[in-house]
């Protein structure tokens, strides 16, 4: 590990639902180094995914800061944070949320073409993302045509187009049977085998075992932080494909 | 890849956006029916007037051409008078009367008739034979089917009836030289025309060396308002009107046209909006966590906005496309109707297509299109982020 990618300085976020206000990160401060693999656990609605919006800089604190690379995202312009989101920043989702109407290579492609990588570079590149996920032979079908386990794995592939320097995870495998979800999270402990910082929000006992820090969270606070001696897996032929 | 998401969107609901398109289509060839209706009488007017190449109009004092049965006294004087400014490059005298065409059984076809100057004239087109000469007469279609003859005809035409001798007045024998197509006339009004002074001839003392109007051309370069002033001054029994105020009339008769157009034009603009903007609204709604699961992965608010504002361009396009083919077929229905009402010139069309006409109406659709998708275009690039991932998650 090479120092903090990621730096949080007594962060607070608040947000209102229906009536109520809910305090959902409450003065969170943690580091987290280049090259880790974090999970984050708790229960439902302690912040977890509130917390990963505000490193991944899709929302902003109500106080303290999150500082990515050294820059504090919470200064930036909504174009800044826009930019930081498309080549800093990998997403992947729950609902693995591709665009329904274009093939799986078209996903990966999407941030590469809104980065302006021209057309060739990025359609050679999508295919070796495909490949490296395992879906090299899937590159034309379209999300509909592709299972969960399948849709994820694009999802991936989709984050690691524009070479983040992190890729966040919000409950990866919360709509994946177990031996899918399984498989996530293999490729998962491959990618940041091969380099990739990553943080995993999780209910997946599984995919938080494999990581290497695992912090939890209740009623918007860090309440342990902890550093395991991960399962690991051997070096995967393609390695270093999503930090290329 | 804009253009494959706003493909791909518009494809994704195809009974939406054929229906889409279809509404705009009946909305654009509204708008553009409007458009050619608002110009076409005027421009057809202002063809008519000026397509055989008289700027000038000269009439009795106080009345416009053939507007009453008053004729111009001293004709070949008039004339003259008139020959005599430099500006004036031909004089081309009209007599304006009727006349009948005796049957064996004693009744008779009648007929208007023009007295022209077959040289100079400006009343007829020509379609078959020649121009009359002495003796000689040109009928249009309708007078030759009344009449039963065709050109080469030999036959006896009449100036006028006795009622009290029962019998046709100066009666004469004329050859039928051509077929035409009388220019400021009806289609089905029976119309011929013969020598200014043949006509004159056939109206006894009272039409001698009389003229309803004379059409003046004027010379190359001339300053037209200058001759009608000179004329106005020259010829204090004439009123002199030039092309321009006589299109200026026909405008200030026809503000009702324009209005009716501008307002269901403007109606149906607007419609294309709202029709437009809601689709587009609609399919905003629909698609906000993909728009924002986009901005979180680092898409640019301004290509959201490209991508949705072009979905309600293309949908405006190809309905203002379809609706340009509706518009056209519409109008010239509607203008078959229109040219069929009675006592109106043959050359008069109500719907005038006119490219610029088309291009503006277009333009118009075009900029409504990309308005209509503005605001949607903005809501849906300006979500936010975080609290739309947070309820599409629950």
């Known amino acids: 590990m090479t120092g903090p990618v990621l730096r949080l300085a007594a962060v607070e976020r608040r947000y209102t639902m229906g009536s109520e206000e809910v305090r959902a990160v409450r003065g969170v401060s943690l580091e987290i180094d280049s090259g880790d693999y974090v999970a984050i656990v708790g229960p439902s609605g302690c912040g977890k995914s509130t917390l990963l919006n505000l490193l991944g800089a899709i929302d902003r604190p109500d106080r303290g800061h999150v500082y990515l690379d050294g820059r504090d995202v919470g200064a930036l312009g909504d174009g800044e944070a826009t930019a930081l989101r498309l080549r800093r920043i990998g997403f992947v989702f729950q609902r693995f949320h591709l665009l329904a109407a274009l093939s799986a290579r078209e996903n990966v492609e999407l941030p590469m073409s809104e980065a302006g990588v021209g ?105 342990r932080d902890e550093r395991s001696a991960p399962i690991r897996v051997g070096p995967d032929s393609a390695a270093g494909a999503g930090q290329r | 890849m804009i253009l494959r998401l706003v493909v791909a969107s518009l494809t994704g609901h195809r009974a939406r956006t054929l229906l889409a398109i279809a509404g705009v289509a009946v909305s654009a060839a509204l708008l553009l029916d409007m458009v050619m209706l608002s110009s076409g009488m005027r421009e057809s007017f202002r063809s008519l007037l ?121 009666p004469r024998v004329v050859r039928i030289a051509g077929r035409a197509r009388f220019v400021y006339l009806a289609r089905e009004q029976r119309a011929a025309a013969m020598p200014i002074a043949a006509l004159q001839a056939l109206g006894g003392a009272a039409r001698r060396d009389r003229a309803s109007l004379m059409m003046i051309r004027a010379a190359p370069g001339a300053d037209v308002e200058a001759v009608r002033l000179w004329i106005a001054a020259r010829l204090p029994k004439v009123t002199a009107i030039s092309t321009a105020t006589a299109i200026a009339q026909v405008e200030e008769r026809l503000s009702y046209f324009r209005q009716l157009a501008f307002i269901l034009g403007s109606v149906s603009l607007v419609v294309g909006v709202l029709l437009v903007g809601t689709l587009v609204t609609v399919s905003v709604n629909e698609r906000i966590g993909e728009f924002a699961v986009l901005r979180a992965i680092g898409i640019a608010r301004v290509t959201i906005i490209a991508q949705i504002m072009l979905e309600g361009a293309v949908l405006m396009l190809a309905g203002s496309l379809l609706g340009l083919a509706l518009g056209l077929v519409t109008a010239r229905y509607l203008n078959t109707i229109l040219v069929s009402f009675p006592g109106l010139p043959q050359s008069i069309d109500f719907f005038l297509f006119q490219p610029r006409a088309a291009w503006t109406a277009l333009a118009l659709l075009g900029v409504a299109g990309v308005a209509a998708g503005a605001w949607p275009a903005w809501r849906g690039a300006s979500l936010p982020i975080a609290r739309v991932l947070r309820e599409e998650a629950a």
């Open chain 1, 119 to 223: 057309r060739s570079e990025r359609a050679a590149r999508a295919r070796e993302l495909l490949s490296y996920v395992g879906l090299a032979a899937r590159e034309r079908h379209r999300p509909p045509q592709l299972s969960g386990g399948e849709q994820q794995r694009v999802a991936i592939a989709r984050a690691l187009a524009n070479r983040p320097a992190l890729v966040l995870a919000d409950e990866p495998t919360g709509e994946l049977d177990a031996r899918t979800g399984s498989e996530i999270a293999s490729l998962f402990r491959r990618l940041n085998d091969d380099g990739t910082t990553l943080i995993v929000v999780t209910h997946d006992e599984d995919l938080a075992a494999a990581a290497k820090r695992t912090i939890h969270m209740r009623d918007g606070l860090v309440v």
């Open chain 2, 50 to 170: 000026t397509s055989r190449g008289f700027e000038l109009r000269v009439a009795p004092k106080g009345t416009l051409p053939f507007d009453t049965e008053a004729t111009i006294a001293d004709a070949t004087a008039t004339a003259a008078a008139l020959r005599e400014s430099a500006d004036i490059a031909a004089v081309s005298p009209v007599l304006g009367g009727t006349i009948h065409l005796p049957r064996a059984s004693g009744s008779a076809t009648s007929s208007v008739a023009l007295g022209v100057d077959p040289e100079l004239q400006g009343d007829y087109v020509l379609l078959s034979g020649r121009d009359p000469g002495p003796a000689e007469i040109v009928f249009n279609d309708a007078l030759l089917a009344a009449s039963g003859r065709q050109v080469g005809d030999t036959l006896t035409i009449a100036g006028g009836y006795d009622p009290q001798l029962r019998r046709f007045t100066s």
